[in-house]
């Protein structure tokens, strides 16, 4: 293995999203350790109580692994895909469609096409009041991050509903995704959230303080990734040569998964030479407050921020790697 002196790039995101960041560093002279932090995987569906889009005014599709997870959810429960297979989750994928999570999607947008077909689409009367129940559902596909607005604005074009999404100058958190919902909010009566089996809620509180019924749906659980014996003896030649690393931190979960992994495997010494990226500043408090409990409230890890894109992760990857 060599880096030289400088820094070692650890990348914690899912498996299958940084050989894109890999390679950028690498055109750098940049030596990375691809190490996720976590796994994902499609919760199985409940039939009974499984949400279908079309009762709902507003769905919010948190990430583009929820997108994917419910996708999938939606084969296993109502049917095949046109090739015979009924589909697959592909763990930690949570920017690839395979085949048979396409197939489903391409049925759910044929169901809801045939239901707006044997509905009247008369325009509605534009009110400060919620608009009645009717056929034409969900009326806003929303989105908190720019790859997942995009999943679903192809999505859009079959079930033709409004793709909303935080304006690329916000924040791309509920935060963002919030104000960016302000006009709407009178047209919307009900809204389903797809999301992890963890995670905030502020954007839910926010629409039932508005009178607004809400549901959260589950389309995927997060776990801790297992790191194999071969990537923590990569870390432990790191730690023992003294050499620093800069870590990528894309999540809350994902910051409390590596700490718990570097503590079970006497790794923590790695953190005392370590500078981190981070997405947003909740994830950088995090960092900190693990910090704090390893090295003491004195400690200040150096933290920058960057936005979610390929382009500025690298960027700020390389500079912290000088």
């Known amino acids: 293995m060599t880096g030289g002196e400088r820094p070692w790039v650890v990348l914690t995101r899912p498996a299958g999203k940084n050989a894109a960041l890999v390679n950028a560093l690498q055109a750098h002279g940049v030596a990375a350790l691809d190490l996720p932090a976590l796994q994902t995987h499609p919760v199985p569906p409940d039939p009974v109580s499984f949400p279908r889009l079309e009762g709902f005014d507003l769905v919010v599709f948190v990430s583009r692994i929820a997108l994917t997870s ?3 959810q939606h084969g296993q429960l109502f049917g095949a895909s046109a090739t015979g297979g009924a589909g697959r989750a592909v763990l930690g994928e949570a920017s690839t469609q395979t085949t048979a999570q396409v197939a489903p999607l391409a049925k759910l947008k044929t169901t809801l096409q045939t239901r707006r077909r044997s509905t009247p689409q008369t325009p509605p009367q534009m009110s400060s009041e919620h608009y009645p129940s009717s056929g034409l559902r969900p009326r806003y596909l929303a989105a908190v991050g ?3 607005a995009v999943a679903l604005a192809r999505f859009d074009q079959a079930v033709a509903a409004q793709v909303l999404a935080p304006p690329p100058e916000a924040s791309h958190d509920s935060e963002g995704l919030w104000q960016a919902l302000q006009p709407h909010l009178h047209a919307i009566q009900d809204a389903l959230i ?6 905030r809620d502020w954007l839910g509180e926010q629409l039932v303080r508005a009178g607004i019924n809400v549901v959260r749906h589950a ?17 432990a030649v790191i730690a023992d040569q003294g050499l620093a690393t800069v870590w990528l931190l894309t999540s809350v979960h994902g910051v409390d998964a590596i700490f ?5 495997h006497q790794l923590l010494k790695l953190m005392a030479n370590a500078r981190f990226v981070a997405i947003h500043e909740r994830i950088a408090q995090r960092l900190k407050s693990q910090i704090a409990v390893c090295d003491g409230p004195g400690a200040h890890p150096a933290v920058t921020l960057c936005a979610t894109d390929n382009a500025s992760m690298a960027d700020a990857l390389v500079a912290m790697a000088r």
């Open 260 to 264: 718990d992994q570097l503590g079970r």
């Open 194 to 199: 797809v999301r992890g089996q963890t995670g």
């Open 219 to 235: 389309s995927y659980a997060r776990l801790p990734a297992d790191w194999t014996p071969a990537q923590v003896s990569q870390l």
């Open 146 to 148: 720019p790859s997942t």
């Open 70 to 72: 419910y996708q999938w």
